[in-house]
């Protein structure tokens, strides 16, 4: 279920004058929404493993047994995908003052790694079957693999929804996209080799797949290490922001702005206001925070008011964090 949680709150600290407002918003759309798509896509994925793997040995395909391991490693991916959005539902304590919401980024950081691993191993298998050619294993493989575009192409569909969103659910999507991708590339190329016998085919469809997978994992393992380094999330500026918030009435001037992601869904800030005409009241902080939350998607504003401009703030310099 999704949670909401609205916090404000003011007080004056002693011989600085400051006002601060809190606005919490929380939600953890991944585990209402995703849930039964992980639980759905997981069962899928575990029973296609053991059928695959049951063929393989039974056609002596090798083909097929390196595909169960490829599709192995997605089932982990899907599991890791499935317990951050799980951890991100999990109530603030104690030491985790935010939960555990920042799991999912490192859980789409640990997708992009598989991803990257499962690749480079298709990779040089391919690379390998120039030199040592090998033919696909009849129609018996081409049949698997045809089950294998249905099943990751089903469990893909159950993510799509969710792959803008959520970076999350967009690791767990590319995964099952790309174990489409590559099970059609099997279909394709043993359909091609059966009837012409040139198995250079092979190899040559897999990087063709290798290629397109790793465009998709690169932007996935680059937003993942932004947002772990706690960069702004894409399509939020700060310099937008900040121009938004200089020009609210009564603000002088802003310092210690920073923006982050407290989750592959969520976004905070905090931020220093200079209000020279003394504290403008609960309701001024209350409205930014909630103009931030609908105009750039900010779910957990902090908002310190600062009324002296004679007082000097010992963040007030954009040299110190």
């Not at 918003?25 to 798509?37: E, L, Q, V």
């Not at 994925?45 to 049951?54: L, M, P, Q, S």
């Not at 905070?268 to 105009?295: C, I, S």
Request: hydrophobic share 50%; glycine share 10%; charged share 15%.
């Amino acid at each position: 279920m999704a949670e909401h949680a609205h916090g404000h709150d003011h007080h004056r600290e002693d011989g600085h004058g400051h006002g601060h407002d809190h606005a919490g918003h929380g939600h953890s759309h991944a585990p209402a929404t995703f849930g039964k798509a992980f639980a759905i896509g997981t069962a899928l994925n575990v029973t296609f493993v053991v059928v695959e793997a049951i063929y393989g040995v039974a056609a002596g395909s090798m083909a097929l047994l390196a595909d169960a391991g490829h599709n192995l490693s997605d089932v982990l991916g899907l599991l890791i995908a499935w317990g951050a959005a799980t951890l991100g539902r999990r109530r603030p304590q104690g030491r985790y003052t935010y939960g555990f919401r920042s799991s999912s980024i490192l859980a789409a950081f640990l997708n992009a790694l598989l991803l990257l691993i499962a690749i480079t191993a298709i990779a040089v298998e391919a690379i390998g079957r120039f030199a040592d050619p090998e033919p696909v294993a009849g129609g018996t493989v081409m049949i698997v693999a045809a089950i294998g575009i249905v099943v990751n192409g089903i469990t893909a569909m159950l993510f799509a929804s969710g792959r803008k969103g959520d970076l999350n659910i967009r690791g767990a999507f590319l995964h099952m996209a790309a174990d489409a991708a590559v099970s059609a590339g099997v279909v394709v190329a043993g359909f091609v080799i059966l009837k012409t016998g040139l198995t250079w085919i092979d190899p040559v469809v897999s990087l063709l797949i290798v290629a397109v997978v790793a465009i998709g994992t690169w932007g996935l393992l680059r937003d993942s290490v932004n947002m772990s380094l706690q960069a702004a999330p894409p399509g939020i500026d700060p310099d937008e922001i900040a121009a938004f918030l200089r020009a609210r009435d009564g603000v002088a001037r802003i310092h210690d702005l920073h923006v982050w992601p407290m989750s592959t869904t969520e976004t905070a800030l905090t931020v220093h206001l200079l209000v020279p005409d003394g504290y403008p009241g609960d309701a001024f902080t209350a409205a930014v925070a909630a103009d931030l939350a609908e105009r750039f998607g900010i779910d957990h504003a902090t908002i310190q008011v600062e009324t002296d401009a004679g007082t000097p703030c010992t963040l007030e310099s954009d040299q110190v964090v």
